[in-house]
């Protein structure tokens, strides 16, 4: 690990001018994977800002019915708030799928939202990644891609977004809320922050490098029959091959993202009119322009299936 300098801010506002500052500053709260990131020295902050202590911990009602969503609540609060598990129970079962209740009980909201990608070549500081290093090239390309990206990508990057929390909140609608050092907020429509890799891969959202997550808005709750399922090479502890979150109506009708992809959590709203005309409706035109590779080409027809298996559940239920 590289020598770095450390500070502890009391407000949001004073870690956003703090990171300012210091060109290279990283927020650090859990630190469940920037602190890995450090030890293998794919990340080099030369100065770590410390957010834990700004407050940011609650989880309140919002005016319009919703709930929003301290950025420092632990996925081990969030997942078990009796709110969250009766009117977004999605986005609870998507936090229990992922990690372990250790790592659960330090990684932020906004933490898990800005993982990472756990792609093997990012990974391994001998391989070329346009990610880690940009102009470098992608080893994923040509090489063994089985839990890379098959939508989404591009001839620079073909990773995929790690986040189960992120796809539940891109089927709730969740919106991110900001400030940067000059104490002006922000309002990101999920669907607008994780960004898509074309030729700068290493620019995974639309922060800028001083704006700190300080929430995440939950809309008022629309019902249905909630559900995520997460499909992985062993139970527990393990990234998704494929993942759908899904919200069914009673009419059959229904919201759909998928996980273990893409970029960032995959949810085309055209594709959820076919919902009534069962998962391949859906698949076909959710994935309609996947380019898989040999390694990963099974993930189409994992989408299908687990899909149809999520509907199924959900019709039962």
Not at 61 to 67: A, C, H, K, Q, V
Not at 114 to 122: I, M, N
Not at 183 to 211: C, K, M, Q, V, W
Not at 220 to 230: N, S
Request: with cysteine; net charge positive.
């Amino acid at each position: 690990m590289k020598p770095f300098t450390y500070e502890r801010v009391a407000t949001p506002a004073q870690a956003a001018a703090a990171v300012l500052r210091r060109p290279g500053a990283k927020f650090i709260a859990g630190g469940t994977n920037l602190l890995d990131l450090m030890k293998l020295q794919i990340e080099v902050p030369p100065h770590l800002v410390d957010v834990g202590r700004t407050g940011l911990d609650k989880i309140d009602p919002t005016p319009d019915g919703g709930l929003r969503i301290g950025a420092l609540v632990t996925n081990t609060d969030l997942a078990a708030d009796r709110r969250i598990r009766r009117d977004y129970g999605v986005l609870s079962r998507a936090l229990v799928a992922g990690a372990s209740g250790q790592l659960r009980n330090k990684a932020t909201t906004a933490g898990n939202l800005l993982q990472r990608t756990r792609c093997p070549y990012f990974y391994d500081t001998n391989q070329p990644c346009n990610k880690r290093q940009p102009g470098t090239g992608c080893a994923g390309i040509g090489g063994v891609s089985r839990q890379l990206g098959v939508i989404g990508t591009s001839d620079a990057c073909i990773a995929t977004h790690p986040s189960d929390m992120a796809v539940a909140m891109r089927v709730l609608d969740a919106v991110v809320e900001t400030i940067d050092a000059q104490g002006r907020t922000r309002a990101i429509p999920i669907a607008e922050f994780h960004r898509l890799p074309d030729n700068t891969p290493h620019i995974e959202t639309s922060l800028t490098a001083d704006e700190l997550i300080t929430g995440v808005k939950l809309p008022a709750p629309i019902g249905g029959t909630q559900m995520y399922r997460k499909v992985r090479d062993r139970a527990s502890y393990a990234f998704a091959l494929v993942s759908v979150a899904a919200i069914i109506q009673k009419d059959g009708t229904g919201r759909v993202a998928v996980g273990g992809i893409a970029p960032r959590p995959w949810r085309i709203e055209a594709a959820e009119t076919e919902l009534p005309l069962g998962a391949k409706a859906v698949t076909d035109r959710l994935l309609a322009d996947a380019h898989p590779a040999s390694d990963n080409a099974f993930k189409i027809t994992l989408v299908e299936r687990t899909l149809a298996a999520v509907v199924s559940k959900a019709k039962a239920a």
